[in-house]
T-cell receptor
Framework: AQSVTQLDSHVSVSEGTPVLLRCNYS??????LFWYVQHPNKGLQLLLK??????LVKGINGFEAEFKKSETSFHLTKPSAHMSDAAEYFC?????????????FGPGTRLSVLP | DTGVSQDPRHKITKRGQNVTFRCDPI?????LYWYRQTLGQGPEFLTY????????KSRLLSDRFSAERPKGSFSTLEIQRTEQGDSAMYLC????????????????FGPGTRLTVL
């Protein structure tokens, strides 16, 4: 079965400093991996996805993530945090249902950005 | 707006009552998913449809829960004899059918229906 671990439930950074949100996954086959963001009272929005092409994936709003198979990791980074980045972030792996066709979400990491 | 829509956005009900939620996916998407999200947790998969066929159900989906997608377009999720533990945000998402067995396309999420069971 697929699973996702997000190592930090809460990360706090100052505006203009780098962001690192950690994600480790478990999968019995080559997975699809995603990062979604959820702002308060808004729907989930895709930041980026990995589907076995380039291991370094660029997403929206300056975010990127690197797939490392040897470490089973898919950490999310951004060089410089902005106040608008404050939100909940979810790492997602493709699931292992009958057809391997559902998403398994991590527990989420809440990002706070301090002025 | 051509995104995923859900109705109602909020529902307050008394324990033991039945509730029904509706999801309208993006029109060209043949996959439709239902998730449940409780406070402080990530969404948990409930079930999904490909066109009108319900292809998978999670063990979270007890006998009190039923989902339909009768014409392969909108979907409904019904909860019978609601319990306080059913209080959560119910999310709907849609996507295109993936090209490979183990590769998934992006899922587009609706705003959710927040259910409160008193």
């Amino acid at each position: 079965a697929q699973s996702v671990t997000q190592l930090d439930s809460h990360v706090s950074v100052s505006e203009g400093t780098p962001v690192l949100l950690r994600c480790n996954y478990s999968s019995s086959y080559s997975p699809s991996l995603f990062w979604y963001v959820q702002h308060p009272n808004k729907g989930l929005q895709l930041l980026l996805k990995y589907t076995s092409a380039a291991t370094l994936v660029k997403g929206i709003n300056g975010f990127e993530a690197e797939f490392k198979k040897s470490e089973t990791s898919f950490h999310l980074t951004k060089p410089s945090a902005h106040m608008s980045d404050a939100a909940e972030y979810f790492c997602v792996v493709s699931g292992s249902g009958n057809y391997g066709q559902n998403f398994v979400f991590g527990p989420g990491t809440r990002l706070s950005v301090l002025p | 707006d051509t995104g995923v829509s859900q109705d109602p956005r909020h529902k307050i009900t008394k324990r033991g009552q039945n509730v029904t939620f509706r999801c309208d996916p993006i029109s060209e998407h043949n996959r439709l998913y239902w998730y449940r999200q409780t406070l402080g947790q990530g969404p948990e998969f409930l079930t999904y449809f490909q066109n009108e066929a319900q292809l998978e159900k999670s063990r979270l989906l007890s006998d009190r829960f039923s989902a339909e997608r009768p014409k392969g377009s909108f979907s409904t999720l019904e909860i019978q004899r609601t319990e306080q533990g059913d209080s959560a945000m119910y999310l709907c998402a849609s996507s295109l059918r993936p090209s490979g067995r183990f590769s998934l396309n992006e899922q587009f999420f609706g705003p959710g229906t927040r259910l409160t069971v008193l």
